[in-house]
């Protein structure tokens, strides 16, 4: 199980941004238009590779 989890939904480009970070529990910890800015909540903390 991914600790977090990126996806891009295209529906929502137009209201909350098209791009969201998702927690192992389901929550959504940010979201935005710009992937660039989606990704600082991850900034400080570890990334995992997941296969």
Request: aromatic share 4%; charged share 35%; proline share 4%.
């Amino acid at each position: 199980m991914p600790t977090y989890r990126i996806e891009k939904r295209p529906k929502m480009a137009a209201r909350q941004g098209q791009y969201c970070v998702i927690g192992m529990d389901g929550r959504i910890l940010r979201r935005g238009h710009d992937l660039k800015t989606v990704l600082r909540v991850l900034e400080c903390k570890l990334i995992r590779a997941v296969e």
